[in-house]
């Protein structure tokens, strides 16, 4: 089968389905099993036990997760210091040809992977698909940038009897804290470009979607990383994650996640001393409509983003800026399109919609309902679904409009299937609202009119921005194809993941002069 990108999801046949349920009924054989935590390559038990369950029917128990408490996380620390020595001396060629195995095992069980995130955190069978394939193009990615750039080692100009280079060396140890809602990709794009940077690595993975984790670390142990190079730790946020964000023996931190938890992370990582931390922070992402837009096209890219995993995604659209000229014939078919969406149990083929992740999720998805009732009008969605889906946690896909441009609702990040609509009169009104925000993650556009493009793009703050894209319009990035990363408070950095800059951001640079 070819390769599976977001891109090409509408092209997968009959092979794909059948390869999907044949994983998924293996793997529904295996549920259930405990998990411990992995320190030093040894498995440990923990202060407890987490049950992992399935969002879309939660008397499906995934499996019984090892908690970690405080001297866990101190051990994986010790361990993953422990390891570095032996990590870096490999050098980076190696480093690479582990993680290339890595890439092959994963590729290997891609459809089994695929159905323990439909399983854990509700995606539907492409866009689990589709992660598993993101996955390994990152991890590719990743080792064809420290090829390229042969490790990151690079000839200064020479001067009088003195030659230079600039050498990226790794900080050491990092933590690295992923969130649910793509637990495989993003715990891989951080590990990966740490792992290849000569760095060893403690890891915590949401505690919506230890499975996943588990699962690469299985593949990494199993690509024959050392004992100590990578440690797997699952348990609650306040108790992990605090312990990483305050021992010292954490040099950097990767984190994706809340801007809120983001944001106290950023403070607190460096109070003692100045450490390197990555944070990515969520969107809230606009998409504006000009009266020359493709309307299909154009209602397709919307309701694909705004909706996609139950608008779980920090790159999810949920402010929808509609010339005056198109407003209320593309709102109706927007409202059209998304009432004939498939709502159930994301395993079944002809599923759009999944569950949201837990409980909270569905309290907040309220609270924004409630909302948008009390300052606009719903014309599409905005309940819970009860009945054979009253196991789960399924919500239906939420339009409102007419709320006031500085509601709640235009500014708030959901993590939910509700989309805010407002009605602009020129190009220059919807990029001052679009802009109007302490994100700046993702944007989009739809016209046919290039200088309202070139005008778009010169003007939008956001980090990945998008032109009549058909297939998200501000989701679905690539390894390689599109920088992913935020600006304001969706990120620290500057510089995206899946893009060339990524990597050296887990590295420190040396500057080596020597005689010639």
């Excluded at 390891?83 to 092959?104: C, D, I, S």
């Excluded at 703050?461 to 297939?471: D, H, I, L």
């Amino acid at each position: 089968m070819e390769k599976i990108t977001y891109a090409s999801l509408g092209t997968l046949g009959e092979d794909f389905h059948h390869a999907f349920d044949a994983a998924l009924s293996y793997e529904q054989k295996k549920l259930g099993r405990p998990h411990p935590l992995v320190i030093r390559g040894q498995k440990k038990k923990g202060k407890g036990t987490l049950t992992d369950t399935n969002p879309a029917d939660t008397r499906l128990v995934l499996g019984e997760f090892t908690v970690a408490g405080p001297e866990e996380v101190r051990a994986a620390l010790e361990a993953a210091r422990a390891a570095r020595g032996t990590w870096q001396e490999l050098g980076w060629h190696n480093r690479v040809a582990f993680l290339r195995k890595a890439a092959e095992l994963m590729r290997e069980r891609q459809f089994r992977l695929a159905a323990l995130l439909t399983l854990e955190v509700g995606k539907n069978r492409f866009e689990a698909i589709a992660e598993v394939s993101e996955s390994i193009d990152l991890i590719l990615y990743y080792c064809q940038q420290m090829e390229s750039r042969q490790g990151f080692v690079t000839p200064m100009a020479a001067q009088g009897t003195e030659r230079t280079h600039s050498v990226l060396k790794p900080h050491g140890v990092w933590a690295v804290v992923a969130p649910f809602n793509f637990p495989l990709a993003l715990a891989t794009g951080m590990s990966v470009a740490a792992l290849l940077g000569g760095n060893t690595i403690v890891f915590k993975p949401s505690s919506a979607a230890p499975l996943a984790g588990w699962v690469l670390a299985e593949i990494l142990h199993e690509a024959g990383l050392p004992m100590g190079v990578f440690n797997y730790l699952a348990g609650a946020g306040n108790v992990v994650g605090e312990e990483l964000i305050t021992h010292p023996g954490a040099d950097g931190l990767a984190f994706t996640g809340s801007k809120n938890v983001g944001l106290d992370i950023l403070r607190r990582f460096s109070q003692a001393r100045l450490r390197p931390c990555l944070a990515e922070m969520g969107g809230k992402n606009p998409v504006i409509v000009m009266p020359s837009a493709d309307l299909e096209a154009a209602a397709d890219g919307v309701l694909r983003s705004a909706f996609g995993m139950g608008g779980q995604k920090c790159s999810a659209c949920s402010r929808l800026y509609l010339h005056d000229r198109i407003y209320k014939p593309f709102l109706e078919l927007l409202v059209a399109r998304t009432k004939q969406l498939v709502i159930g149990d994301p395993a079944k083929r002809d599923v759009f919609l999944g569950p949201l992740i837990h409980e909270a999720a569905v309290a907040k998805y309220e609270m924004a309902i409630k909302l948008g009732k009390k300052e606009g009008r719903l014309v599409c969605g905005g309940n819970r679904l009860k009945g054979e889906w009253a196991n789960g946690f399924f919500v239906e896909p939420a339009i409102i409009e007419r709320a006031p441009r500085s509601s709640r609702l235009f500014e708030e990040e959901f993590f939910a299937p509700i989309l805010a609509v407002a009605e602009v009169k020129s190009l220059a009104e919807a990029l001052t609202l679009a802009n109007a925000t302490e994100y700046g993650l993702t944007a989009g556009i739809f016209t046919q009119e290039e200088h309202e493009a070139e005008t778009f793009f010169a003007t939008i703050e956001a980090g990945a921005t998008y032109w009549n894209r058909r297939g998200g319009a501000t989701t679905g990035a690539w390894p390689g194809v599109q920088s992913f990363g935020g600006w304001k408070h969706s990120g620290s950095s500057g510089k995206g993941a899946l893009g060339p800059w990524y990597v050296p951001q887990f590295m420190r640079e040396q500057s080596q002069t020597r005689p010639k």
